[in-house]
C-alpha cells in the first residue's frame, strides 16, 4: 500500500541518455519563438524558476537490469497562484547532460523531449478563468452568501488498457508510459488543484484499492468506486472532502442488461446526493443538497445507440436521486468522459434537454467518426429500448411517474386475453351494422378457455406511460462548464489526444436555468448553482507541441477538467 508521504519521498528522476543533445540543434525554431513571447507574456511574479531539486517529480521506474529515466526534472510548485500549472516542470538538459553519464535503455524507442528552451510547462501552460468578475455573474453574487467548491473531472488512464493498447501510444518512450512513472505525476496534479470533488474514470480496481483510495484519504477524502462489469478491470471512482460534505445517498449504475442488444456493454456510473457542510451556527436546512455524477460512456463510434440508451438510464437515475418531494430538482453536476463530441446529437440531447433519433445513424450519435460512405450502416428506431427496462421516453424510471388520468393503468397481455371470449366481449353492439358472415355470428367459447369465474387478477399493474415516437427528453436543464472553443486562439478546446487527433470528450455539466431557445439551442442563466471559475483547456496544436498526450509533463491521455461553483446558502439559522 502506497501512501503520498512515500511517494512525495522518493528519489528523483535519474537521467537516462544525451540523445537530446544531437536532436536539439534540428529542432524547430518556432517552439523558440513560442517560448520567448509565452515567457513575455508571463507577469514578472509568474516566471518560473528553476529549483535545485524536485522532491515530487516524476519517479521513473527502476529495475535490476537498467536506471531508466527521462531527462533532467527540476521544478519549483507554484502554489500562490492557481493560474500557474499545478506540477510546472522545468527541464534543466544541459545541466544534467554535463555533470551525469548517460544510462543506456536497452530496447527503448528513440525518444526526443521538448528543447530547454521551451519547458514543458510553457507550453502547457493553462490558465484560471476567473468567471465570478463578469458583469453578469457579480449581479447575481454581490448580495448572496454562497458555499464554494470545486470539482475536477479526469480520465486518469487505466494501466491495463496502455498494455493492452500499446499501438495507440507508439509516439510516448516506455517509460512515461510505466505507472510507477504516472501514478506520482497524477497525484501531484490531483493534490495541487486540491478539489472538494474528484470523479475519476478509468480507474484500474487493484490501484484503487491498494495506493489511490489510501492515498486520498489521506488528502482528506471520502471515496467510493464502482468497477465496470463483466471482466474489466477498471471503473469509476467519486471522491468528495468529508470536511466538505457529508454523504446523503450513493446509487451504483449498471448499465448492462441481460438480454437487450441495446444494453450489453459493461460501462458503469456513480450517483452521489451531498450535503455541503456550513460552518458552525447555520443550519444545514439553509443550503441545498447536491447530486453529483460520474460516468464513462460506451467508445464505440458505430454504436451510438448503445451510448444514448446509457445516457438515458444514467439520467432516469439522477432525475430519481435528485428530485425533491415537491417534485423539482437538487442542483446537478454530471462529469465524465461521454466519448462524444461537443454539438453531436448526443451532447445536445443532455444539453438542450431533446432528441428527436429515429433514423438517425448510430454512428452520427456521437460524431466522432464520419461512416456515411459505408454501405450499410445502423439505424435507430423507435422506440430505443423497450417497456421492460421500466425508463420512459421522459427518462424516468416508470415507478417515478404518475399516470396522466388518475386510474389508467397498463396491464400485461396474458390477463387481457382472457377477455377475449368474456360475456361482454361475445354481445352483438345493438348499432352494429349487420353484414352477414361478419356480425352476425357470435363466436363460441372454447372449451379450454376459462371462464369469467375463473379468471385472475393483474397481481401487478402498471401506471400507464405512454411512448413518444422516437422523441427522448429530460428536465434535469443541464449546461457545459466550458464552452469547447479558445477566442484568444481561434481554435477548439480538446480534453484527449487519441493518435495525434484532439477531440473534446470529457464535460462536467451542471444545473442552471433556461432562458430562451435560439435555432434549435437553450441558453442558460446561473440559477442557484453558479460557476465562479474553470481551469482553460488546450488547443490541439499546443498539445503537439508537447509530443501529444502522454507525455513526460501529463501522465494522462486526457487532459484534467476543473471548474469551481457557489452555491447559495440561505439566510436560514440555527434556532
Excluded at 540543434?25 to 531539486?53: C, N
Excluded at 528513440?110 to 528552451?117: A, D, K, R, Y
Excluded at 465570478?132 to 455573474?137: F, G, H, M, R
Aim: proline share 8%.
Amino acid at each position: 500500500m502506497t501512501s503520498l508521504r512515500e511517494l512525495n519521498s522518493s528519489p528523483e528522476a535519474t537521467p537516462c541518455a544525451d540523445q537530446q543533445l544531437s536532436e536539439a540543434a534540428l529542432a524547430s525554431s518556432d517552439l523558440q519563438d513560442h517560448a520567448v513571447a509565452e515567457q513575455a507574456r508571463l507577469p514578472a511574479e509568474e516566471t518560473v524558476t528553476v529549483a535545485d531539486s524536485a522532491p515530487w517529480a516524476a519517479v521513473v521506474p527502476q529495475t535490476d537490469q537498467q536506471i531508466a529515466g527521462c531527462a533532467g526534472i527540476n521544478a519549483q510548485v507554484l502554489n500562490d497562484d492557481p493560474a500557474v500549472l499545478a506540477w510546472s516542470l522545468a527541464c534543466d538538459a544541459e545541466t544534467v547532460a554535463a555533470e551525469l553519464p548517460a544510462q543506456p535503455i536497452q530496447d527503448a524507442v528513440p525518444f526526443c523531449p521538448v528543447l530547454t528552451e521551451v519547458p514543458y510547462h510553457e507550453i502547457l501552460w493553462r490558465d484560471w478563468e476567473d468567471l465570478s468578475v463578469q458583469t453578469c455573474v457579480l449581479e447575481q453574487v454581490s448580495n448572496t452568501p454562497l458555499f464554494e467548491f470545486r470539482v475536477m473531472s479526469y480520465n486518469i488512464l487505466a494501466q491495463d488498457l496502455v498494455e493492452q493498447g500499446l499501438d495507440l501510444y507508439v509516439h510516448c518512450h516506455p517509460d512515461i508510459l510505466n505507472w510507477n512513472y504516472r501514478l506520482p505525476n497524477l497525484l501531484q496534479e490531483i493534490q495541487h488543484w486540491n478539489p472538494d470533488v474528484l470523479c475519476l474514470q478509468e480507474v484500474q480496481e487493484n490501484h484503487y484499492w491498494e495506493q489511490l483510495e489510501p492515498t486520498f484519504k489521506e488528502m482528506g477524502f471520502a471515496c467510493f468506486y464502482k468497477r465496470r462489469t463483466g471482466t474489466k478491470t477498471d471503473g469509476c471512482a467519486v471522491c468528495y472532502k468529508h470536511s466538505r460534505f457529508q454523504l446523503i445517498s450513493l446509487s451504483p449504475v449498471e448499465y448492462f442488461r441481460p438480454g437487450l442488444d441495446i444494453l450489453n456493454r459493461d460501462n458503469v456510473g456513480l450517483v452521489l446526493l451531498l450535503q455541503p457542510v456550513l460552518p458552525e451556527g447555520l443550519d444545514l436546512k439553509a443550503i441545498s443538497p447536491l447530486c453529483v455524477a460520474n460516468t464513462h460512456v460506451l467508445f464505440n463510434p458505430r454504436r451510438g445507440d448503445i451510448k444514448l440508451a446509457q445516457v438515458a438510464l444514467l439520467l432516469a437515475e439522477i432525475d430519481k436521486i435528485a428530485r425533491t418531494t415537491e417534485g423539482s430538482y437538487y442542483p446537478v453536476i454530471l462529469c465524465g468522459d461521454l466519448n462524444s463530441v461537443p454539438d453531436s446529437p448526443l451532447y445536445k440531447f443532455i444539453r438542450n434537454g431533446e432528441l428527436s433519433y429515429h433514423g438517425m445513424p448510430a454512428w452520427k450519435v456521437s460524431g466522432q467518426e464520419d461512416f456515411s460512405q459505408q454501405l450499410y450502416s445502423r439505424k435507430l428506431l423507435a422506440p430505443l429500448w423497450p417497456s421492460s427496462l421500466g425508463v420512459t421516453d421522459n427518462c424516468q424510471y416508470v415507478t417515478q411517474c404518475q399516470p396522466k388520468k388518475p386510474g389508467r393503468r397498463e396491464y400485461s397481455r396474458d390477463f387481457l386475453l382472457q377477455f377475449r371470449f368474456c360475456d361482454v366481449a361475445c354481445e352483438r353492439p345493438p348499432h352494429l351494422v349487420l353484414l352477414e358472415g361478419v356480425t352476425d355470428v357470435k363466436p363460441d367459447r372454447p372449451a379450454h378457455w376459462p371462464k369469467p369465474a375463473a379468471m385472475v387478477k393483474d397481481p401487478d399493474p402498471q401506471p400507464f406511460i405512454p411512448r413518444c415516437s422516437g422523441v427522448i427528453q429530460h428536465g434535469l436543464n443541464l449546461t457545459s462548464v466550458y464552452s469547447h472553443f479558445l477566442p484568444q486562439m481561434g481554435r477548439p478546446e480538446v480534453t484527449t489526444m487519441p493518435m495525434g487527433l484532439g477531440a473534446t470528450v470529457d464535460y462536467i455539466f451542471y444545473s442552471a436555468e433556461p432562458v430562451e431557445n435560439r435555432a434549435g439551442r437553450r441558453l442558460y442563466k446561473d440559477g442557484a448553482l453558479k460557476l465562479l471559475g474553470r481551469l482553460s483547456l488546450l488547443s490541439e496544436d499546443v498539445l503537439l507541441m508537447a509530443n501529444g498526450l502522454p507525455n513526460p509533463f501529463c501522465s494522462s491521455d486526457h487532459l484534467c477538467l476543473l471548474a469551481s461553483f457557489g452555491l447559495e446558502i440561505s439566510s436560514l439559522r440555527e434556532s
